[in-house]
């Protein structure tokens, strides 16, 4: 059974670039969450989406990111422009309804922004 | 909102020998305490979970124990191997969706 499936896993950019995301979670989740990942900051959650439905976007950080989940096995996260700031890993990770706590990450994607 | 914190942020032990990492949390409605291990530059996997309703569970040679009175659970892991060397987080959820994470305890077993 395969994970939950991201790309690029590696992705590096020039300032003021546009930046897009992948994610595909595990079939049969319901629930679909985008986290950054910085040594400064740790783990944060960015958005999170329920039947493809976004319902918390409290930690995206500014206008600049946006996130769509199109259908329930793809989800995109979207940086326009970039600036160095936002040079983290970024994770996505998913889960089932009744237990949306219990989240399975995928492999990350390394942004660096020059 | 649920503030985790984690003790120690590093940890150096010998191979063989036991590992402990101590989370509190602030709020009593947290029912969900997951443990995730992330080794260098791959994804947070989750290893060991415990609900509200029990007091410790045991997974071969890691175990949590989990004190709702004093609001701290613990990860235990026994006869390290070089393999447990990884970075290791506790969160805790009100179980809903949203997890909120310790800062995470650098684990190093010398063989």
């Known amino acids: 059974d395969a994970g939950v499936i991201q790309s690029p896993r590696h992705e590096v950019t020039e300032m003021g670039q546009e930046v897009t995301l992948r994610c595909k979670p595990i079939s049969g989740h319901n629930s679909l969450f985008w986290y950054r990942q910085t040594m400064m900051r740790g783990l944060e959650l960015l958005i999170y989406f329920n039947n493809n439905v976004p319902i918390d976007d409290s930690g995206m950080p500014e206008d600049r990111f946006s996130a769509k989940m199109p259908n329930a096995s793809f989800s995109t996260l979207k940086i326009q422009p970039s600036e160095p700031r936002d040079s983290a890993v970024y994770f996505c990770?998913?889960?089932?309804?009744?237990?949306?706590?219990?989240?399975?990450f995928g492999p990350g994607t390394r942004l660096t922004v020059l | 909102g649920e503030n985790v914190e984690q003790h120690p942020s590093t940890l150096s032990v010998q191979e063989g020998d036991s590992a402990v990492i101590k989370c509190t949390y602030s709020d009593s409605a947290s029912n969900y305490f997951p443990w995730y291990k992330q080794e260098l530059g791959k994804r947070p996997q989750l290893i060991i979970d415990i609900r509200s309703n029990v007091g410790e569970k045991k997974d071969q040679r890691i175990a949590v124990t989990l004190n709702k009175t004093a609001k701290h659970f613990s990860l235990h892991i026994t006869e390290t191997q070089p393999e447990d060397s990884a970075v290791y987080f506790c969160?805790?959820?009100?179980?809903?969706?949203?997890?909120?994470f310790g800062a995470g305890t650098t684990v190093t077993v010398r063989a």
């Open positions: 969160a805790a959820s009100q179980g809903d969706y949203k997890l909120s």
């Open positions: 990770a998913s889960s089932l309804n009744g237990r949306r706590d219990e989240q399975f």
